[in-house]
């Protein structure tokens, strides 16, 4: 338990996409190059940008694994067991998996006062459409009107489900960002990677997306960058990392192990490298599920890059991360390590409930805080992601 009375704000809350999520209000004419729904071979897929998409074995989600059923496999896996072999606790979907009233009372058994919502498929298809940005418009803007309907931006103050904004042009960002305000939105959602748009890829901080930071500056709403599909390889190392057999008849961890940490880092990077938070010194980015571990290295890179390029930064840039950034660990990353090197005002407790890969339930996060004063316990589940979901307009 908590040393305090208060009721934590889990910052890492999913939901499962129902099938029509992509497509309930997407118009037919973009099925093709946007998102369908086919059955193929007994088995109903997602087609996306007119190719099958497997991201997922059953995009159902109906039987779904059990909520941290790969506990014990992130927690070194003390059992020897494979993967493959945590996964097969599943059971029927239940309601308040997709139903947010349901989840309400879900989230009161749990002992949580609120949380912040984000997609479990909807971080994985801009990807897969990245050489299309209309296609990627036309499907997030449809995601969104779904999420909204079913979820809301801001439902009774407790469940903050976070709309998803691909940069993937300018216009249509800003747009979606001002009807996301208009909808209530206090949390934004994109993915750590460097957004493909008409004229290629370019830095989420290139100043042609100056216009969207603008506005996220003026109002002073939270950018959530969540983990998913990046899009990223593994180098020339493997011609196919992710069907390489291992020792226990598995796949091989050398994708995780190349490109865990590459996502987020570059995407970090290329905020500070490109002077976004100098020319909007009120944007507050949150990182959420893409994990901790990477932190000693990044602050070291960027402190060497400050000294080393004489007068690049206008500061130190680890000071200019400090007050941009807060980071959501993984459960399973070292908690007080990442205090050290942010501060216990910049860490958000996420469960990533309910995912295979996070907790079996949420508040199992308090144990790694045990040792923390109340104070401390407090900031961490509780008051930082509240802060961060209050707008700060300038």
Not at 233 to 239: E, I, K, L, R, T
């Amino acid at each position: 338990m908590l040393q305090s009375d208060a009721r934590p704000f889990d910052a890492d809350n999913h939901y499962y996409e129902p099938l029509d999520a992509f497509t309930r209000h997407l118009d037919p004419v973009w099925h093709r190059r946007a998102v369908d729904v086919a059955e193929v071979r007994g088995r109903i897929r997602h087609v996306v940008g007119g190719r099958v998409n497997h991201a997922v074995t059953n995009p159902t989600f109906n039987p779904i694994v059990k909520p941290g059923c790969l506990y014990g496999y992130f927690r070194s896996n003390p059992e020897g067991r494979p993967r493959t072999d945590y996964l097969r606790d599943s059971e029927p979907i239940p309601a308040h998996y997709r139903d947010r009233d349901a989840r309400l009372k879900v989230m009161d058994e749990q002992g949580l006062s609120a949380v912040w919502m984000f997609p479990t498929l909807g971080v994985l298809y801009e990807h897969e459409l990245r050489h299309d940005p209309e296609a990627v418009a036309a499907t997030f803007r449809a995601f969104n009107r779904w999420l909204d309907e079913d979820w809301g931006l801001h439902y009774q103050d407790r469940i903050y489900a976070a709309p998803y904004i691909p940069l993937v042009d300018v216009d249509f960002a800003v747009s979606e960002l001002e009807w996301a305000l208009e909808s209530g939105a206090r949390v934004v959602c994109m993915r750590p990677a460097a957004p493909t748009t008409a004229v290629g890829p370019r830095s989420p901080a290139d100043p042609m997306f100056d216009p969207f930071w603008a506005r996220i500056n003026e109002t002073g709403i939270t950018v959530a960058v969540h983990g998913g599909e990046s899009g990223y390889g593994s180098n020339g190392y493997s011609a196919n990392a992710d069907a390489e057999p291992g020792a226990l008849g598995e796949v091989s961890p050398l994708r995780s192990i190349l490109m865990a940490d590459r996502p987020i880092m570059d995407f970090f990077a290329a905020l500070l490298c490109d002077h976004l938070f100098i020319r909007f010194p009120n944007v507050r980015v949150a990182s959420i599920e893409n994990g901790a571990e990477y932190l000693p290295s990044l602050l070291g890179k960027l402190h060497k890059a400050h000294k080393q390029h004489i007068g690049y930064f206008a500061e130190d840039p680890v000071d200019t991360f400090r007050a941009h950034v807060w980071i959501n660990p993984f459960w399973e990353d070292e908690v007080h390590a990442v205090i050290g090197h942010i501060g216990a005002d910049r860490v958000l407790f996420g469960s990533d409930w309910p995912h295979a890969e996070g907790l079996v339930n949420p508040l199992d996060y308090i144990a790694d805080l045990k040792d923390l004063d109340t104070e401390t316990q407090d900031r961490i589940m509780r008051d930082n992601a509240k802060r961060l979901t209050e707008l700060r307009p300038v």
